[in-house]
């Protein structure tokens, strides 16, 4: 029990820390915070769209493609001599080049998306960064508004310009979703897959097993072959040996064809066939003959 409350009370302590972190405010200057509402209209009329002059209707115009052309590819002279042009006239201070054309290249995103601002919501809203401020405007489009965050270091310099749209309770839901159903989708087709491997492992022994039968088979025949091929030449020799030897006693073999045929009681030696003649020590034919 006391483990458990420790561990709620560690929880709400927590919470209240990021409670506190979230309640910080930045300390400007009033003259800051016109500088940094100066700035950022200053920004929006660079990057953004181009303001109408005092005394118009007051509609905000889309660049032109040419325009966005032009802005990101300056020269390293132009590209110096607008911001000292920014900095004695607007007191704008960028840090460098690649943060502008950074800028222009995430509002042209936004832009796609969202469309182009029309207006402009009164305020700013400041939140503090690891090395300065951020102040963030939000614009106003056709589809839904977008806010534009300027991030600022210590010497007012500004580092960072990015467009974040600023989507509904139920498009956060909706992207939430599909998040979600993602992530599933990819965890489940992920096991599947592990699934399906881990099941062919049972196909792939059947497969070994059916392949050393077939290589046992093989090597039997192979082995059977061997041996009837040996016992064929084993034969083959013998009968070769047989007839050889016969061939050498040709007169012996048809005396003891006539002997056995007479022995027999037949007149014809045909029928008879001498294979091979062996010599015996036994005497068992003498009492025959007696």
């Not at 109408?52 to 966005?68: K, L, Q, V």
């Not at 960072?160 to 309770?169: L, M």
């Not at 909706?174 to 599947?192: D, S």
């Not at 006539?258 to 045909?270: F, K, R, V």
């Given at each position: 029990?006391?483990k458990?409350?420790?561990l ?6 927590s919470?209240?820390l ?9 300390n400007?200057?009033?003259a800051e ?22 005394g118009?209707d ?28 920014w ?7 960028i ?5 502008y054309e ?19 919501v ?9 090395d ?11 589809v ?5 965050v ?9 580092t ?8 509904t ?18 965890v489940?087709?992920i ?35 061997a041996?009837?091929d ?5 034969i ?9 030897e016969?061939?050498d006693?040709?007169?012996l073999?048809?005396v ?8 027999e ?12 003649i ?11 003959l007696?």
């Amino acid at each position: 029990m006391k483990k458990i409350i420790t561990l709620i009370c560690c929880v709400l302590f927590s919470m209240l820390l990021l409670t506190g972190c979230a309640a910080q405010e930045v300390n400007l200057e009033d003259a800051e915070k016109q500088q940094v509402e100066y700035n950022v209209n200053s920004l929006i009329s660079l990057i953004v769209v181009e303001l109408p002059d005092e005394g118009a209707d007051g509609t905000w115009t889309a660049y032109s493609e040419a325009d966005r052309e032009a802005q990101l590819n300056l020269s390293e002279e132009l590209w110096d001599e607008m911001q000292t042009k920014w900095k004695k006239e607007n007191n704008l201070k960028i840090e460098s080049q690649g943060v502008y054309e950074s800028a222009i290249t995430s509002y042209l995103s936004s832009e796609a998306e969202n469309g182009t601002p029309t207006g402009l919501v009164e305020g700013l809203s400041y939140a503090p960064s690891e090395d300065g401020f951020t102040a963030t405007a939000t614009l106003v489009t056709d589809v839904r508004n977008v806010e534009m965050v300027v991030l600022y270091d210590e010497d007012m310099y500004i580092t960072s310009v990015s467009f974040n749209p600023v989507y509904t309770v139920g498009e956060n839901m909706e992207r939430a979703a599909l998040n979600t159903l993602l992530g599933m989708g990819t965890v489940f087709a992920i096991l599947i897959l592990i699934m399906l491997i881990i099941s062919s492992f049972s196909l792939i022994a059947k497969f070994e097993k059916a392949a050393a039968k077939r290589k046992e088979k093989k090597a039997a025949k192979k082995a059977a072959k061997a041996t009837g091929d040996a016992v064929d030449n084993t034969i083959a020799q013998i009968i070769e040996k047989e007839e050889t030897e016969l061939a050498d006693d040709l007169e012996l073999v048809a005396v003891i064809s006539a002997a056995i045929a007479a022995y027999e009681g037949s007149t014809s030696t045909e029928g008879f066939v001498v294979r091979s003649i062996k010599k015996s020590n036994k005497r068992s034919w003498k009492s025959t003959l007696n």
